[in-house]
């Protein structure tokens, strides 16, 4: 049987050559996105075990987390750019659950991010997520959700742009401040649990920090974030 899958798989292979999503180089295994070079080139943080790490620290008097983590150095021209260009503007959304996947194991091998009640991926605005299909930080809490087992909740947080009309009655004021754009539908269902807020990129957490203030604003919540890379310079 296996004999019979391996000769499938190998004509497969030769009508549809199967190829590394980071390199491009010819892969032998369908099953995977990565040929094992870039798997091994891929730039993990190891934050997610130490309290004070960079990432908690962007947050630190700004807002009270239980803990934040990053999984991967973003730096430019990167293959963790590359492949996170593929999920957001290339429609890739495997790469996103791929990499979800790693960044929950990751979190399952520290102490610091247990008994999680809720995955809630930062919402986009509306009118952008109908634009891509779909909201990339979700497609990544799918991933995690899968090997962490603990379920996404979606739809609970939205965001709203500012029409012109309230712009205009407040033009005196800017709207700079973007904690006025998320927007908690149903706190009850927040309320007393244990959140992990999940984005793809941080770079200067300002976008997280108004979600979380929203958040920890609606409910008394233990309040935790995690990103699948942080920006590097
Ligand atoms: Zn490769």
């Given at each position: 049987m296996h004999f019979l899958k391996t000769i499938f798989s190998d004509s497969l292979h030769l009508f549809y050559p199967h190829v590394c999503e980071g390199c491009g180089s010819d892969l032998l295994q369908e099953d995977n996105l990565l040929c094992l070079r870039c798997i091994t080139d891929l730039p993990h943080t190891r934050f997610a075990q130490h309290a004070g790490n960079p990432i908690e620290k962007i947050f630190w008097g700004r807002v009270p987390l239980t803990a934040a983590h990053s999984e991967f150095y973003f730096a430019k021209e990167s293959l963790v750019q590359q492949l996170i260009h593929q999920l957001k503007y290339k429609g890739n959304r495997a790469i996103?659950?791929?990499?979800?996947?790693?960044?929950?194991?990751?979190?399952?091998?520290?102490?610091?991010?247990?008994?999680?009640?809720?995955?809630?991926?930062?919402?986009?605005?509306?009118?952008?997520?109908?634009?891509?299909?779909?909201?990339?930080?979700?497609?990544?809490?799918?991933?995690?959700?899968?090997?962490?087992?603990?379920?996404?909740?979606?739809?609970?947080?939205?965001?709203?742009?500012?029409?012109?009309?309230?712009?205009?009655?407040?033009?005196?004021?800017?709207?700079?401040?973007?904690?006025?754009?998320?927007?908690?539908?149903?706190?009850?269902?927040?309320?007393?649990?244990?959140?992990?807020?999940?984005?793809?990129?941080?770079?200067?957490?300002?976008?997280?920090e108004a979600c979380c203030q929203v958040i920890l604003a609606a409910a008394d919540v233990k309040l935790s974030v995690a990103t699948l890379s942080m920006a590097t310079k």
């Open positions: 996103g659950i791929y990499l979800g996947e790693l960044m929950g194991r990751s979190l399952l091998d520290s102490n610091r991010f247990k008994n999680i009640d809720y995955l809630v991926p930062i919402p986009l605005y509306p009118d952008k997520e109908r634009k891509r299909g779909y909201n990339q930080a979700a497609v990544i809490c799918g991933g995690m959700s899968g090997v962490m087992n603990v379920p996404v909740l979606t739809g609970n947080i939205t965001r709203a742009r500012f029409t012109e009309t309230q712009t205009k009655k407040h033009r005196t004021e800017r709207w700079e401040n973007v904690s006025d754009s998320f927007i908690v539908l149903e706190k009850e269902k927040l309320a007393g649990k244990n959140i992990l807020l999940i984005d793809d990129v941080i770079t200067t957490g300002a976008t997280l």
